[in-house]
């Protein structure tokens, strides 16, 4: 009767195990896709920026040619 109560007491701290390895990787995947999100808004941005410097240095550009 021992082996048989250690045996379900081990299973049982196993899936204990399992679950809090489970939230951890939840919580670190859901920290990296609001990283992720983070990083697309500020790359967004940037295009932005480098957009509109390169319409102002097309626009300077041909006013030299002028």
């Known amino acids: 009767m021992f082996w ?4 379900i007491a081990v299973g049982f701290l196993g899936l204990l195990v399992l ?4 939230v951890r990787v939840f919580v670190a995947a859901d920290r ?10 500020l790359v ?7 957009e509109r ?3 102002g240095a097309a626009r300077a550009g041909s006013d030299l040619r002028r």
Do not use: I
């Open 4 to 7: 048989a109560m250690l045996a």
């Open 19 to 22: 679950g809090v390895l489970a």
């Open 32 to 41: 990296l896709g609001r990283q992720v999100s983070e990083a697309a808004r």
């Open 44 to 50: 967004g941005g940037a295009a932005e920026d480098l």
């Open 53 to 55: 410097a390169a319409e």
